[in-house]
């Protein structure tokens, strides 16, 4: 019998995150301040634990992870990685495909890897709260099920579109005990004056970031926690890639083509970050990340420096960016609707050491729905675009003939997402290109730096 599931013990979990800035050809882009001067770790002090500035700035290799980390990882990790057979089968493809899933763990995403780490970071530096941002509501759920987990009161902001769309992921985060409010909301100075501007403003995931943010700050008992695109974030996830290196040993196999969705970058980050080692030992491997065409930031953002919230209270970073007062069109794949993207991928992807592409509303859809009748699982609308870019390779094989190995991150499960697919299903999704005019009248909006 050809094998579906190839599973790690739990003793397998790594025993530590790998860091990429170690194998990258040139040191990472400094964040800047408002001065235009690279920050210092002080500048991050208000809002996040010593310890994880630490990991934002570290340069060695390989960084521990504590054992009570990895004694709640046991909950989930290992996730299994999958043989595609019966996709494979279904597109009568040569190509081999395999999937990593992320979805089992309890929040149904690879978010709570990273939520995890920094709520035991947090707790281990005396702090209370955590003030944090949602948008399609994954990464509340991760907080708020970490901060239940080491005794944190978790208060989340969430998009007001997704607050009103997904009503049990908020219901899922109070389950975990977790505090929610819809964003813009009363409860900050950014969220009061954009309710003044327009009192029916759906908000974003930049002004969520920026409520939470001046929350942080304006307590001492509180702290801040993202849930992408910083570099300690990328670290953390990297248990995803460090586990299927040992699952495709097993298999006695190896990709030729990894992809992840990607929208601030975490979960290509990583699975495709120790991948990126061997590459930079002389592997042949192609790293990929899918993002939407209504949301291009890697295809056809500019590489600057910019903000990472609306209110331009973050520093600086040198990113891929559709301008920090981007309002992304209200696609259904609520995790990959940000206006810039992780610092360590954007620099990667610049030097052309990992490849980008963009595919459009309806056909990540399509293939959702064509995954879930092969494989079984209900892909999150997010991880259905690294799906359709993996098929899409697949046909090619078909076409040439050739037996690729190809390797995709499924980040999480659809379960909350069954609205989207109900839009599916009756057509009322379309696909939305973004407009090369907004995209020029960001670059009016860019900092000006240096
Ligand atoms: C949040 C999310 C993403 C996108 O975020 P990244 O930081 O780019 O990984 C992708 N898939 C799922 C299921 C998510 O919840």
Same mark, same amino acid.
């Given at each position: 019998?050809?094998?579906?599931?190839? @599973?790690?013990?739990?003793?397998?979990?790594?025993?530590?995150?790998?860091?990429? =800035?170690?194998?990258?050809?040139?040191?990472?882009?400094?964040?800047?301040?408002?001065?235009?001067?690279?920050?210092?770790?002080?500048?991050?002090?208000?809002?996040?634990?010593?310890?994880?500035?630490?990991?934002?700035?570290?340069?060695?290799?390989?960084?521990?992870?504590?054992?009570?980390?990895?004694?709640?990882?046991? @909950?989930?990790?290992?996730?299994?990685?999958?043989?595609?057979?019966?996709?494979?089968?279904?597109?009568?493809?040569?190509?081999?495909i395999y999937y990593k899933?992320?979805?089992?763990?309890?929040?149904? #995403?690879?978010?709570?890897?990273?939520?995890?780490?920094?709520?035991?970071?947090?707790?281990?530096?005396?702090?209370?709260?955590?003030?944090?941002?949602?948008?399609?509501?994954?990464?509340?759920?991760?907080?708020?099920?970490?901060?239940?987990?080491?005794?944190?009161?978790?208060? =989340?902001?969430?998009?007001?579109?997704?607050?009103?769309?997904?009503?049990?992921?908020?219901?899922?985060?109070?389950?975990?005990?977790?505090?929610?409010?819809?964003?813009?909301?009363?409860?900050?100075?950014?969220?009061?004056?954009?309710?003044?501007?327009?009192?029916?403003?759906?908000?974003?995931?930049?002004?969520?970031?920026?409520?939470?943010?001046?929350?942080?700050?304006?307590?001492?008992?509180?702290?801040?926690?993202?849930?992408? =695109?910083?570099?300690?974030?990328?670290?953390?996830?990297?248990?995803i890639g @460090?586990?299927a290196q040992?699952?495709f040993?097993?298999?006695?196999?190896y990709p030729d083509m990894i992809f992840a969705?990607c929208?601030?970058?975490?979960n290509f980050g990583g699975v495709a970050f120790p991948f990126f080692?061997d590459k930079?030992?002389?592997?042949?491997v192609r790293l990929v990340a899918v993002?939407?065409? #209504?949301?291009?930031?890697?295809?056809?953002?500019?590489?600057?420096?910019?903000?990472?919230?609306?209110?331009?209270?973050?520093?600086?970073?040198?990113?891929?960016?559709?301008?920090?007062?981007?309002?992304?069109?209200?696609?259904?794949?609520?995790?990959?609707?940000?206006?810039?993207?992780?610092?360590?991928? #954007?620099?990667?992807?610049?030097?052309?050491?990992l490849e980008?592409?963009?595919?459009?509303?309806?056909?990540?859809?399509?293939?959702? =729905?064509?995954?879930?009748?092969?494989?079984? &699982?209900?892909?999150?609308?997010?991880?259905?675009?690294a799906?359709?870019a993996c098929?899409?390779e697949?046909?090619?094989?078909?076409?040439?003939?050739?037996?690729k190995t190809l390797f995709i991150n499924?980040?999480?499960?659809?379960?909350?997402?069954?609205?989207?697919?109900?839009?599916?299903?009756?057509?009322?999704?379309?696909?939305? &290109?973004?407009?090369?005019?907004?995209?020029?009248?960001?670059?009016?909006?860019?900092?000006?730096?240096?």
């Open positions: 019998m050809q094998k579906t599931k190839i @599973l790690l013990d739990e003793s397998e979990i790594p025993t530590h995150w790998y860091n990429v =800035v170690a194998d990258m050809p040139n040191p990472p882009a400094p964040p800047l301040g408002p001065d235009g001067k690279p920050i210092g770790p002080d500048a991050l002090a208000a809002i996040f634990p010593t310890s994880l500035i630490e990991q934002e700035m570290a340069t060695q290799r390989w960084i521990p992870i504590p054992e009570k980390v990895r004694e709640i990882y046991q @909950l989930w990790r290992p996730t299994p990685l999958f043989r595609a057979h019966r996709l494979e089968a279904a597109l009568g493809t040569p190509a081999k899933f992320e979805g089992i763990s309890p929040a149904g #995403s690879h978010k709570a890897n990273t939520a995890v780490a920094q709520a035991y970071y947090n707790a281990e530096a005396g702090i209370k709260r955590i003030a944090t941002e949602t948008g399609a509501g994954q990464w509340g759920s991760s907080m708020a099920l970490a901060g239940q987990m080491f005794g944190i009161d978790v208060r =989340v902001y969430m998009v007001k579109v997704s607050y009103h769309q997904k009503p049990y992921r908020r219901s899922m985060m109070q389950t975990w005990g977790a505090e929610v409010f819809a964003s813009p909301s009363e409860q900050t100075k950014v969220g009061r004056a954009a309710l003044a501007e327009n009192p029916d403003n759906p908000g974003s995931l930049g002004l969520a970031i920026s409520e939470a943010v001046e929350d942080a700050a304006s307590r001492a008992d509180t702290n801040y926690a993202l849930g992408s =695109v910083l570099n300690h974030v990328l670290l953390h996830q990297t248990v @460090l586990e040992k699952q040993a097993i298999a006695g196999d969705p929208g601030g970058g975490s080692a930079a030992a002389g592997k042949n993002e939407p065409t #209504s949301c291009p930031t890697l295809t056809r953002g500019h590489y600057a420096y910019d903000y990472g919230d609306t209110a331009m209270l973050t520093p600086m970073t040198l990113m891929y960016t559709l301008g920090h007062d981007f309002m992304p069109p209200s696609i259904h794949a609520g995790g990959l609707r940000y206006h810039g993207d992780s610092a360590l991928v #954007s620099q990667l992807y610049h030097e052309k050491l980008a592409v963009a595919v459009p509303q309806l056909a990540t859809f399509e293939a959702g =729905v064509r995954f879930a009748r092969a494989e079984g &699982i209900i892909p999150a609308p997010e991880a259905s675009h799906i359709a098929i899409d697949a046909l090619r094989c078909k076409a040439s003939g050739e037996a499924l980040s999480g499960h659809g379960h909350f997402d069954m609205s989207a697919y109900d839009s599916y299903f009756s057509g009322k999704l379309e696909d939305c &290109i973004y407009p090369e005019e907004a995209i020029q009248a960001a670059l009016a909006h860019l900092p000006k730096v240096g």
